[in-house]
Protein backbone atom coordinates (compact mmCIF):
# COMPACT_ATOMS: atom_id res chain seq x y z
CA UNK A 1 0.00 0.00 0.00
CA UNK A 2 0.91 3.59 -1.12
CA UNK A 3 0.23 6.84 0.68
CA UNK A 4 1.29 10.05 0.14
CA UNK A 5 0.19 13.43 2.47
CA UNK A 6 -0.09 16.36 1.35
CA UNK A 7 -1.36 19.68 2.48
CA UNK A 8 0.17 20.46 5.81
CA UNK A 9 1.48 24.31 6.43
CA UNK A 10 1.37 27.27 8.90
CA UNK A 11 -1.87 28.14 10.42
CA UNK A 12 -3.07 30.68 13.21
CA UNK A 13 -4.52 29.73 16.17
CA UNK A 14 -8.31 28.80 15.89
CA UNK A 15 -7.92 28.83 11.97
CA UNK A 16 -8.55 25.29 9.49
CA UNK A 17 -6.36 23.36 7.27
CA UNK A 18 -7.29 20.31 5.70
CA UNK A 19 -4.21 17.23 5.12
CA UNK A 20 -5.19 15.05 2.02
CA UNK A 21 -3.73 11.59 1.80
CA UNK A 22 -3.95 9.67 -1.70
CA UNK A 23 -3.76 5.80 -1.54
CA UNK A 24 -2.98 3.47 -4.02
CA UNK A 25 -6.03 1.78 -6.01
CA UNK A 26 -8.32 -0.19 -4.43
CA UNK A 27 -6.63 0.20 -0.71
CA UNK A 28 -10.00 1.61 0.34
CA UNK A 29 -11.39 -1.68 -0.57
CA UNK A 30 -9.27 -3.36 1.97
CA UNK A 31 -7.77 -0.85 4.70
CA UNK A 32 -9.08 1.70 7.15
CA UNK A 33 -6.89 4.42 6.57
CA UNK A 34 -5.94 7.30 9.26
CA UNK A 35 -4.01 10.28 10.89
CA UNK A 36 -1.08 10.05 13.04
CA UNK A 37 0.62 13.07 14.45
CA UNK A 38 4.24 13.35 16.25
CA UNK A 39 4.87 16.52 17.56
CA UNK A 40 8.52 17.32 18.63
CA UNK A 41 10.05 14.76 22.05
CA UNK A 42 6.56 13.25 21.51
CA UNK A 43 5.62 9.65 21.20
CA UNK A 44 3.37 9.18 17.90
CA UNK A 45 -0.28 9.31 18.84
CA UNK A 46 -2.90 8.00 16.54
CA UNK A 47 -5.64 11.05 15.34
CA UNK A 48 -8.38 9.45 13.55
CA UNK A 49 -9.03 6.20 11.39
CA UNK A 50 -11.68 5.55 8.88
CA UNK A 51 -13.13 2.34 7.47
CA UNK A 52 -16.25 1.15 6.27
CA UNK A 53 -18.21 1.25 9.58
CA UNK A 54 -17.41 5.23 10.25
CA UNK A 55 -14.62 7.30 11.85
CA UNK A 56 -12.93 7.34 14.89
CA UNK A 57 -11.53 9.87 16.93
CA UNK A 58 -8.72 10.49 19.63
CA UNK A 59 -10.38 12.13 22.56
CA UNK A 60 -7.94 15.20 21.71
CA UNK A 61 -9.61 16.00 18.19
CA UNK A 62 -13.13 15.07 18.70
CA UNK A 63 -15.14 17.87 17.36
CA UNK A 64 -12.61 19.87 16.10
CA UNK A 65 -11.04 17.38 13.09
CA UNK A 66 -13.18 15.32 10.47
CA UNK A 67 -11.95 12.75 8.45
CA UNK A 68 -13.47 11.49 5.26
CA UNK A 69 -12.83 9.22 2.70
CA UNK A 70 -13.31 9.40 -1.17
CA UNK A 71 -13.25 5.90 -2.83
CA UNK A 72 -13.48 6.90 -6.46
CA UNK A 73 -10.34 9.44 -5.96
CA UNK A 74 -8.59 6.78 -3.45
CA UNK A 75 -7.96 10.24 -0.95
CA UNK A 76 -8.81 10.19 2.83
CA UNK A 77 -8.84 13.42 4.14
CA UNK A 78 -8.52 14.93 7.39
CA UNK A 79 -10.20 18.64 8.12
CA UNK A 80 -8.96 20.52 11.16
CA UNK A 81 -10.72 23.36 12.68
CA UNK A 82 -10.50 25.29 16.03
CA UNK A 83 -6.61 24.44 15.42
CA UNK A 84 -4.24 25.11 18.49
CA UNK A 85 -0.50 25.38 19.15
CA UNK A 86 -0.88 21.95 20.32
CA UNK A 87 -1.99 20.63 17.51
CA UNK A 88 1.48 21.18 16.31
CA UNK A 89 3.36 18.30 14.59
CA UNK A 90 4.76 16.19 11.46
CA UNK A 91 0.84 14.23 10.68
CA UNK A 92 1.37 11.05 9.10
CA UNK A 93 -1.61 8.79 6.83
CA UNK A 94 -1.59 5.50 7.51
CA UNK A 95 -3.21 1.97 7.69
CA UNK A 96 -5.26 1.88 10.77
CA UNK A 97 -7.17 0.21 13.04
CA UNK A 98 -9.28 1.23 16.35
CA UNK A 99 -10.20 0.11 19.84
CA UNK A 100 -9.90 2.17 22.54
CA UNK A 101 -7.09 4.49 20.85
CA UNK A 102 -5.98 4.29 16.63
CA UNK A 103 -3.02 2.34 16.15
CA UNK A 104 -1.29 1.30 13.09
CA UNK A 105 -1.49 -1.66 10.90
CA UNK A 106 1.66 -1.65 8.89
CA UNK A 107 1.92 0.98 6.51
CA UNK A 108 3.13 4.02 6.53
CA UNK A 109 3.29 7.45 4.48
CA UNK A 110 5.44 10.45 4.76
CA UNK A 111 4.25 12.95 7.16
CA UNK A 112 3.69 16.55 6.48
CA UNK A 113 4.67 19.28 9.06
CA UNK A 114 1.63 21.56 10.59
CA UNK A 115 2.65 24.38 12.51
CA UNK A 116 0.08 26.01 14.73
CA UNK A 117 1.38 29.73 15.19
CA UNK A 118 0.62 33.82 15.40
Known amino acids: VQLQASGGGLVQPGGSLRLSCLVSNFALDYYAIGWFRQAPGKEREGVAC??????FYADAVKGRFTISRYKRSNTVYLQMNSLKPEDTAVYYC??????????????WGRGTQVTVSS
Open 50 to 55: ISSSGP
Open 94 to 107: ATCGYGEKVYNTGY
